[in-house]
C-alpha cells in the first residue's frame, strides 16, 4: 500500500506544501554548513592614546662655575660685583673674569641670544658726558655664551651706549647648562688702554634669552 | 426414479486486512513518528559598545611646563566596552604602541626622548586582568584565557606612564603624540 | 486495502436412492464473516530530522541572539486510520545545547518551539515547550480533537514560534531536540 503525496497529480494545497518542503530543506542543509563564522568567531576594538608637549624653554637662576672668579665677589642675587674695579694706584681697570652655569632646556630647535643692554659698563645713569680726554669712561668687556657644545662671544666696545646683542642657533632640543663667562679685561677702556677710570659705579645688564628660531 | 444430487456449497470467504502490506511489523491501533530537531550556534565573539565618549585616551599636555620633564599626574578615564561576548571559551589579549611625536621625524637628541611609555589593562573578562606595558620586550600577561562563554563589560585603563629611554630624558617639543591600545576577543572553535 | 480469498468447497453427494424417500429440494446456511483489525498508519515523512540551521545573527543589534528563524514543516503523506475517533498527538521537546555545561549568566542554552500536527481534526495537535535558560523542564504535549471518521490524509508538522529563555546570548555548539507525532484511538476513561 503506497499513495505518495508526491504522485498525485491533483494541484492541490497539501502537494504544492510538500514539493515546496523540499526546497526549503535543501537550502536549510546548505545555510546550517555555511556561514562565515570565521568573522564574527574575533572581534576587536582598537583606541587612540593622544597627547601633546608644548614647547618650552626653562632656564633656572645661575651659579657661579666654582673656581671661575677671578676678581669679582661672586653673584649677589642676580648681580656680579667686581671686587676691585680700578687698579688703586693707576686707576685703570683691574682684570675680573667669572663664569656662571644656567641650568637650561628647550625641547625644541631654538636659538640663545645673549644681549647686553649698555655695550659696556658705564657709569652711574649714564649721564656722564664729560669728555675727559685720556680718562676711560666706559668699560668694555666680553661675554661667551657656551650652549650644547656651542660657543658665541658677545663683544661690547662701550663706544656708544645701546644695546648690542648676538645669538646662536641650536638646530635641535637641547637640555644642559648654558656658560656664561664674562672677562673684562686688564687696562679695559673706551679711550686707550690703561686710561684711568672716572670716578663712578660702573654697571651693565646681561641678558640671556633662550627663544624660538 | 428421480436422482437428485445436491450440491452443497460450502464456501468460506476469507477477508482480512492488508497486514501483509505493513512495513510496520506490528499492526497496531497507534502509529507514531520521532523526528530530531536540530540546530547549530556558530561561535562568535562581539567586543561590544564604547560607553560615554569617543574611542580616544586624551592625556592633554605631557610634561610639568616648568621643568620639561614628563608629568607625574599624567591619567584619562577608564573606557569601558559595554555587552561584550564570546559564546564558547575565549582569550583576551592587549596589545598597545607607545606614544611617539608624530610631526618630528628626526632621532632625539641627548637628554630627550620622541616616545612615551605605558601600560594598559584590560579588566573584567578574566580573573587576572590582561595587560601590557610598551616598554617590556615581553608580555606575558597580555593574554589570558577563560574557559566559559562570558557576557559582560571589558574596563580598559591606562597607567604607569614613562618616559621612554628613562625618567631623566624629556620629550621633546610636538603637538602631537599618538599610541594606541587594541583589546581583541578571540574564541576557541 | 482488502484482498478476499474465495474458498470454494463442493462436496457432491452420490449415492442410492432410497426407494421410498425422495425430495426434490433442500437448503443448508452458512453464515459469512469477515474480521478487520483497527489499524492507524503515519505516512513516511520526506525527512526525519528538521534542521534549523544557523540559529543566531552574527552582526548587527541582535549579535548572538536568536536570528528570525521561519517555520519548518513536514508532511506525514498518506497518514489514515480505519476507525473511528482518533486523535493525533505531538510530544515536544525544546532543543537544548548537545554540550551538557551550564549555561554562564548572560547566557542561554535551550531554544523552545511549538510543534503543530494538523489536517486530521478541527482542532490541530499543538505543543509548546518551556524549558529554562539552563533546559530544564519536562516534554510537553497536546492532542488535537477527536477525529469521529475514518481518515485518510497527509498530516502537516510545523514548528514554529522559536523562543529564546529571557532572548539571552545562546552557546555556542549543536542543538538537538525533537518531536513525535503520535495517531492512537481516542482515549476512553475506564468505567
Known amino acids: 500500500m503506497s499513495r505518495p503525496a508526491l504522485s498525485h497529480m491533483r494541484k492541490d494545497r497539501r502537494t504544492a506544501a510538500v514539493r515546496?518542503?523540499?526546497?526549503?530543506?535543501?537550502?536549510?542543509?546548505?545555510?546550517?554548513?555555511?556561514?562565515?563564522?570565521?568573522?564574527?568567531?574575533?572581534?576587536?576594538?582598537?583606541?587612540?592614546?593622544?597627547?601633546?608637549?608644548?614647547?618650552?624653554?626653562?632656564?633656572?637662576?645661575?651659579?657661579?662655575?666654582?673656581?671661575?672668579?677671578?676678581?669679582?665677589?661672586?653673584?649677589?642675587?642676580?648681580?656680579?660685583r667686581v671686587a676691585q674695579f680700578a687698579d688703586p694706584r693707576t686707576l685703570a681697570v683691574r682684570a675680573a673674569d667669572a663664569t656662571l652655569s644656567i641650568s637650561a632646556v628647550c625641547n625644541f630647535p631654538h636659538k640663545v641670544r645673549v644681549q647686553s643692554e649698555n655695550?659696556?659698563?658705564?657709569?652711574?645713569?649714564?649721564?656722564?658726558?664729560?669728555?675727559?680726554?685720556?680718562?676711560?669712561s666706559a668699560v668694555p668687556y666680553r661675554a661667551r655664551v657656551t650652549w650644547n657644545g656651542a660657543s658665541n662671544t658677545l663683544e661690547t666696545d662701550a663706544r656708544v651706549r645701546h644695546q648690542v646683542e648676538d645669538e646662536l642657533s641650536v638646530n635641535s632640543p637641547a637640555v644642559g647648562n648654558v656658560e656664561l663667562h664674562v672677562e673684562i679685561a686688564p687696562g679695559a677702556s673706551n679711550s686707550q688702554a690703561n686710561a684711568p677710570l672716572l670716578a663712578g659705579t660702573y654697571t651693565d645688564t646681561l641678558r640671556i634669552f633662550l627663544e624660538p628660531l | 426414479m428421480i436422482r437428485k444430487s445436491s450440491l452443497a456449497l460450502a464456501l468460506a470467504l476469507l477477508g482480512s486486512t492488508a497486514a501483509q502490506a505493513q512495513t510496520e511489523t506490528a499492526a497496531s491501533n497507534t502509529a507514531s513518528r520521532a523526528f530530531q530537531v536540530t540546530g547549530n550556534v556558530p561561535v562568535i565573539c562581539a567586543g561590544g559598545a564604547l560607553s560615554g565618549g569617543d574611542s580616544t585616551f586624551a592625556l592633554g599636555v605631557l610634561v610639568n611646563t616648568t621643568t620639561g620633564l614628563l608629568r607625574t599626574d599624567l591619567s584619562a578615564p577608564d573606557k569601558v566596552l559595554t555587552g561584550a561576548f564570546c559564546s564558547a571559551l575565549s582569550t583576551i589579549s592587549v596589545a598597545a604602541t607607545r606614544m611617539t611625536a608624530q610631526n618630528v621625524t628626526t632621532a632625539a637628541p641627548a637628554g630627550f626622548s620622541n616616545s612615551v611609555d605605558f601600560t594598559a589593562t584590560a579588566s573584567g573578562w578574566t580573573t587576572t586582568p590582561a595587560s601590557v606595558n610598551t616598554a617590556a620586550s615581553t608580555n606575558p600577561a597580555a593574554t589570558q584565557s577563560r574557559t566559559t562563554p562570558f557576557s559582560g563589560n571589558i574596563t580598559v585603563g591606562l597607567s604607569n606612564f614613562a618616559t621612554t629611554g628613562g625618567t631623566t630624558l624629556r620629550p621633546v617639543a610636538d603637538t602631537s603624540y599618538l599610541g594606541s591600545v587594541t583589546v581583541t576577543l578571540t574564541a576557541a572553535n | 486495502m482488502k484482498t478476499m480469498s474465495l474458498i470454494v468447497a463442493t462436496a457432491l453427494l452420490v449415492g442410492a436412492a432410497p426407494a421410498a424417500l425422495a425430495q426434490d429440494s433442500d437448503s443448508a446456511k452458512v453464515s459469512v464473516t469477515g474480521q478487520v483489525a483497527k489499524l492507524c498508519v503515519l505516512g513516511t515523512p520526506s525527512n526525519a530530522v528538521i534542521d534549523l540551521g544557523q540559529m543566531v545573527d552574527t552582526s548587527g543589534a541582535r549579535v548572538g541572539k536568536r536570528a528570525a528563524i521561519g517555520n519548518k514543516s513536514v508532511t506525514l503523506p498518506g497518514s489514515f486510520c480505519n476507525f473511528a475517533n482518533s486523535v493525533v498527538t505531538v510530544n515536544a521537546t525544546a532543543l537544548t545545547a548537545d554540550d551538557a555545561t551550564p549555561a554562564q549568566s548572560g547566557f542561554a542554552r535551550a531554544v523552545n518551539f511549538t510543534a503543530t500536527a494538523s489536517n486530521w481534526a478541527s482542532t490541530n495537535a499543538v505543543?509548546?515547550?518551556?524549558?529554562?535558560?539552563?533546559?530544564?523542564?519536562?516534554?510537553?504535549?497536546?492532542?488535537?480533537?477527536?477525529?469521529?471518521?475514518?481518515?485518510?490524509?497527509?498530516?502537516?508538522?510545523?514548528?514554529?514560534?522559536?523562543?529564546?529563555?529571557?532572548?539571552?546570548?545562546?552557546?555556542?555548539?549543536?542543538?538537538?531536540?525533537?518531536?513525535?507525532?503520535?495517531?492512537?484511538?481516542?482515549?476512553?476513561?475506564?468505567?
Do not use: H
Open chain 1, 119 to 136: 655695550n659696556g659698563m658705564w657709569p652711574g645713569d649714564g649721564s656722564q658726558k664729560l669728555d675727559a680726554n685720556g680718562f676711560t
Open chain 1, 20 to 80: 515546496a518542503l523540499a526546497c526549503v530543506a535543501a537550502l536549510g542543509a546548505l545555510a546550517s554548513g555555511g556561514v562565515a563564522a570565521a568573522d564574527s568567531a574575533a572581534a576587536t576594538r582598537t583606541m587612540a592614546v593622544s597627547g601633546s608637549t608644548p614647547e618650552i624653554c626653562a632656564l633656572q637662576p645661575g651659579a657661579v662655575q666654582t673656581g671661575s672668579l677671578v676678581n669679582m665677589t661672586g653673584l649677589d642675587g642676580d648681580t656680579l
Open chain 3, 127 to 191: 505543543a509548546t515547550t518551556t524549558v529554562d535558560r539552563q533546559g530544564a523542564g519536562a516534554a510537553t504535549t497536546g492532542s488535537g480533537s477527536v477525529q469521529s471518521l475514518p481518515k485518510l490524509a497527509d498530516i502537516g508538522l510545523t514548528l514554529s514560534g522559536y523562543d529564546v529563555p529571557g532572548d539571552l546570548l545562546l552557546v555556542s555548539g549543536g542543538y538537538t531536540g525533537s518531536v513525535t507525532v503520535t495517531l492512537a484511538p481516542e482515549a476512553v476513561p475506564a468505567p
